[in-house]
């Protein structure tokens, strides 16, 4: 009884020696197959700018770092350019694992993120940059790594002596900004035939009606110049073409009579020669026939001369008076574009002072401690393959790759009166 014990403890103790064996094999197993990325950010999406680390058991020259392209391709060895942006980690180990088999059989392939591509925060941060991307990350988070708000914002020194000077500034675009867009409906009238007749949006804000009156009558005087500077011109190409047409006429009616005396003279020199052949009159008479018949013929030519001449001024004439008004449309055009283009850039300029003169007044304001600035974040990324802006919230997910815009929310408090 006593040996069936002692059989029985011994094989008690060889159990439960395999079992934590068994145990230990597979948390061996385990922590070999787990992934970094995978145990943190299972459902991790790898996009571009991302580099992969790809290993492959059985095969080491198949192994390796390979970066993720602008196009969601890696390029790997035997199987070229393989997509992979927008797909999960253990998507992209399924697909090389699946395009492999088909050369090569017998191979275990794991995937992991070697390195995330970089966030970057722009706008109202200390520190804008590009920053290293964590699974988890959060907006504020990279707030935070950007320094947070701008220093402008969190002190109060001068921003009352900088503030009066953003003020006159922007006072000086409001004005730039009325004459170009003075400039831009004169131009737009020129260019369509219209009469020029000019109302001051709201965008443009409130100047001074005087200024505004100054500005428009200017612009008025020089399309009224130019209209009448247009009229004169064309009016005196007019009268050329009829000058032209004239001298046309009255140079077809004299060939005419040109072509009738040269027939008459043509039967004289017949008549002549006739006469001459018979003895009745002498051959002087003939030859002085003859010299006028040249003498006429030369005349018609310089009269074909002086046609051809008038007949291509004419022409030049007409197509000047053709052109004219197409010439001044594109004169007009092309100074449009410009203008369009100088408005385009004061309006970001007096966005920008907007701006300026908000984080003044804030910063004026938290002199006291009687304000706060507000924050709004937005993202540019890339989705479906172009990049767009979405607005994101202050504890939502940063992709790896996000271009982090920190703006600061305006209202009528911060901007000073236009």
Partial sequence: MAQVQAVLRACHRSVRRAAWLAVFACLLLAGGATTPASAQEPGYVVSSGDILRVTVYGDAGLSGSFPIGTDGTIGYPLLGNVPVSGKKIDEVRQAIDNGLKVHIANLSVAVVVETYAPVFIVGEVQRPGGYAFRPGMIALELFALGGGQKEVLSQGENAGMRLSGLRQDYADLVV????????????????????????????????????????????????????????????????????YLEEIDTLE????????????????????????????????????????????????????????????????????????????????????????????????????????????????????????????????????????????????????GDILRVSLILDEGDVAER
């Fill in 176 to 243: 730039q900004l009325l004459g170009q867009d003075v400039k831009r409906v004169r131009l737009e009238a020129e260019l369509n035939g219209q009469p020029f007749n000019y109302l001051p949006g709201e965008e443009i804000g409130t100047p001074d009606p005087r200024i505004v009156r100054q500005v428009v009558e200017a612009e008025r005087t020089l399309f009224e110049l130019r209209r009448t500077s247009l009229a004169g011109e064309l009016k005196s190409l007019q009268q050329q073409k009829i000058s």
């Fill in 253 to 400: 009616k004299s060939g005419k009579l040109r072509d009738g005396e040269l027939a008459l003279l043509d039967e004289d020199v017949k008549v002549a020669r006739t006469m001459v052949e018979r003895g009745l009159t002498p051959k002087t008479q003939l030859r002085d026939k003859q010299r006028e018949i040249s003498a006429t013929n030369r005349d018609v030519l310089e009269f074909g001369s002086f046609l051809a001449r008038a007949r291509q001024n004419l022409t030049v004439i007409e197509g000047r008076l053709a052109s004219l008004r197409d010439q001044r449309r594109g004169e007009a055009a092309a100074d449009l574009r410009e203008v369009n283009l100088d408005i385009l850039r004061l309006r970001r300029k007096m966005s920008y002072s907007l701006q300026a003169m908000a984080e003044a007044g804030i910063a004026l304001e938290k002199k006291d401690g009687s304000r706060q600035a507000a924050f709004r974040f937005s993202a540019v990324r890339l989705i479906d393959g172009k990049y767009r802006e979405v607005d994101v919230g202050q504890t939502d997910p940063v992709r790896a």
